[in-house]
Each structure stands twice: as C-alpha cells, then as structure tokens.
C-alpha cells in the first residue's frame, strides 16, 4: 500500500533504496514520466565504501542548500559526480542536489546533506534521518515535483523507494536492519467498526388530572314507626244508663314514624403521587460493517510464509 501522502505545503519528494540499480530505475521511470533531469537528483556512497568524519557541518550547510533552487545542471549534462561530504564521506551523486553539494573547484562537498535537503524544503529532523539513511549505504532519490508530488511518489515507491513518513509507520529498526529485504513494502488492512451511540428522545407523554363522575349509591337505613293497634273483646255484660251513650265521643292517638334525610359531605378518600424513575433495558442493534483481508496468490514454485497476527501460511514441505 501506498505509504506515502500529498502534501500541499511540500513538493519535494523524497525516496530511499536498498539499492543504486532500483533508484536508476525509479530516475527512468521518472523521467518517462515527463519529470526532467533538472528535477531529479540522487544521492548515494561511493563503491569503495570509505567514510570520513570531518563533524557535522549542517548549519554551513542549510546556507548552501538555500542555494538549490535555481535547478543548477541538467542531469545529462551533469554526468555523476563523485565528493565527500561531512559525516558521510564518499558519495556519488547527480543533479541539482550533486551541484548544491559538490563544488565545481575539487570535487570536495562544500556543505552537509542535512543542509542542502533543507534547502529542497524538507523539516530539519527528515533531513537528518535521510542523511543517517545515505551514510549507512542507501540511495536517496529525490524529486523536485511542483505539484506533481503525489504522482513522484507514487513512481518512487513503485520501485520500492521508503520515505521519512514510512520509516516512522513501520519502524525504523526493521528498515536499517542488516537483513533487510529488497524492495520490501507494507500494506496496512482495516476494517469498519460498530460505535453505538445513546440520546434521549421524547417517545410519550402521560397527562394526570381529576374529573368530576356521578354515580347512583343507595344505602340501607333501619327506620322505627308506630302503628295503632286496636284490640276487640266481649264486656262484661253489666247494665248502663243513658247517660253512658254519648255520641261523637272519640280518642286520638298520634302515631309516628322515623324518616331518613340523606346529607353528603366530602371526605379525602385517596392519595396520587405522580413522578418519573429510570428503568434499565437493553436493546440489539447491528449494521454491517466491512474489512479488509490479504488473499495471497501463488504462481509457480514459490513459498510463502505468513508471520504476525496472521495465521502462518508457509507452504508445506512437498518432499522433493
């Protein structure tokens, strides 16, 4: 996967390989693709491996480096020059870098890696990482791309060129290890994950109130009334004058009887107390979500072995 991203405020882009055959063919591709000479630089030890320490000598270096701009020589023109510079010693370098670094009286590097990458507008700290990358025997490719800078690096990766921010993704250990593998590249997998988020929404509403209802009640009440009662029997036989007969004689008795009155009066009955608690549920939610996976594909005899996280896919022995 392609580690390296555009960025609008740069337009250097910058590679490093294992090795000069690799970074010659990231400069042909380069330039089949329309970038000239003048923009592509590479940078690299000399064949007789020496290395001389004169001390770091980057900051009269930034001062030449601000000097690249111009585009010095074509690379045609320029050939392969061949110099030592501070820290690194031997190199063997073309285009506009090798004309910044080397100067044209002896061959002898008049500033510091560190400080003409500065002067291409690299961050002081990359610098320095790519110049520790050239001394320990890697080739430095480098494109001064405008606003081609994602297309640059996109060739330069293509032919196994790393960079700052990929040495900083995968480690650096892994990249400056003595068994390092050629060409090697990284490919990140990702995958899509389910984040269940809460909010609170109004789903109802309950309302209380009173209403006034008729309804018909009766209630049994005992009640006490007087009645007359008039009993009848045989007298005694005995005789009575006239003077006994008195017509219009009569007797009263009043008679009463209870009578109910029915009286209402209001009573509390009930007492409502109305309020809110929270209540705990769960709820299934789901979604689909997408990863991704590495297939490997075989053609020919070719083992493969898997290590990491990944279950080990090594070919199994064919007894041959």
């Known amino acids: 996967m392609n580690q390296g991203k555009a960025n609008a405020s740069r337009?250097?882009?910058?590679?490093?390989?294992?090795?000069?055959?690799?970074?010659?063919?990231?400069?042909?591709?380069?330039?089949?693709?329309?970038?000239?000479?003048?923009?592509?630089?590479?940078?690299?030890?000399?064949?007789?491996?020496?290395?001389?320490?004169e001390g770091n000598k980057a900051a009269t270096g930034a001062v030449a480096g601000a000097a690249i701009g111009?585009?010095?020589?074509?690379?045609?023109?320029?050939?392969?020059?061949?110099?030592?510079?501070?820290?690194?010693?031997?190199?063997?370098a073309v285009g506009p870098l090798a004309a910044a670094l080397i100067s044209a009286a002896g061959g002898a590097a008049a500033a510091g890696l560190v400080g003409g990458l500065i002067g291409l507008g690299l961050p002081e700290d990359e610098a320095q990482y790519y110049e520790g990358e050239v001394q320990a025997g890697r080739y430095l490719v480098t494109v001064n791309a405008a606003d081609r800078y994602a297309e640059a690096?996109?060739?330069?990766?293509?032919?196994?060129?790393?960079?700052?921010?990929?040495?900083?993704?995968?480690?650096?250990?892994?990249?400056?290890?003595?068994?390092?593998t050629s060409g090697e590249r990284t490919m990140k997998l990702?995958?899509?994950?389910?984040?269940?988020?809460?909010?609170?929404?109004?789903?109802?509403?309950?309302?209380?109130?009173?209403?006034?209802?008729?309804?018909?009640?009766?209630?049994?009440?005992?009640?006490t009334r007087e009645e007359v009662v008039i009993e009848r029997r045989p007298a005694s036989g005995?005789?009575?004058?006239?003077?006994?007969?008195?017509?219009?004689?009569?007797?009263?008795?009043?008679?009463?009887?209870?009578q109910v009155r029915v009286q209402k009066n209001v009573v509390e009955?009930?007492?409502?107390?109305?309020?809110?608690?929270?209540?705990?549920?769960?709820?299934?939610?789901?979604?689909?979500?997408?990863?991704?996976?590495?297939?490997?594909?075989?053609?020919?005899?070719?083992?493969?072995r898997t290590k990491g996280t990944a279950k080990d896919t090594s070919r199994k022995d064919k007894g041959h």
């Open 70 to 92: 111009g585009g010095a020589a074509a690379l045609a023109s320029l050939g392969i020059s061949f110099g030592v510079i501070p820290v690194i010693g031997p190199i063997l």
């Open 269 to 304: 009955k009930e007492e409502v107390t109305i309020g809110k608690r929270q209540v705990q549920d769960t709820e299934h939610v789901g979604g689909t979500v997408r990863k991704e996976e590495i297939k490997v594909e075989q053609q020919g005899d070719v083992d493969v």
């Open 153 to 180: 690096w996109t060739i330069l990766h293509r032919h196994g060129a790393y960079n700052h921010e990929v040495a900083q993704g995968a480690g650096t250990a892994s990249r400056t290890a003595a068994g390092a």
């Open 238 to 258: 005995h005789s009575a004058s006239t003077s006994d007969i008195r017509p219009g004689e009569e007797v009263r008795i009043p008679v009463r009887e209870e």
């Open 11 to 53: 337009s250097t882009a910058v590679g490093v390989f294992h090795n000069h055959e690799a970074a010659l063919k990231a400069v042909n591709d380069l330039k089949s693709a329309g970038f000239k000479d003048s923009q592509i630089s590479l940078v690299g030890k000399n064949a007789d491996g020496e290395v001389k320490t």
């Open 190 to 223: 990702h995958e899509e994950q389910l984040h269940a988020t809460k909010q609170p929404v109004e789903t109802g509403g309950v309302r209380v109130r009173k209403e006034v209802v008729t309804e018909h009640k009766t209630l049994d009440v005992p009640v």
